[in-house]
């Protein structure tokens, strides 16, 4: 769930900066890196699946024919 690794990941920075621990923060600020990825990846995995359906719509169209 990319959502929640940004939210989990900007909590721990926060709290890193709030602290003072670079430990802490890099932490966060990896978590959320990773969270964006993962909604970047599941956006393009739904455009992915959207342009197969679209192409076998095309493919029975054509066979029809």
Partial sequence: ???????????????????????????????????EASDRAESYEDLASAERERAAEHKAEEDRL
């Fill in 1 to 35: 769930m990319g959502w929640l690794d940004k939210l989990m990941g900007r909590g721990k920075r926060t709290a890193g900066e709030a602290i003072d621990s670079p430990t802490l923060r890099e932490e966060g600020r990896h978590q959320e890196a990773a969270g």
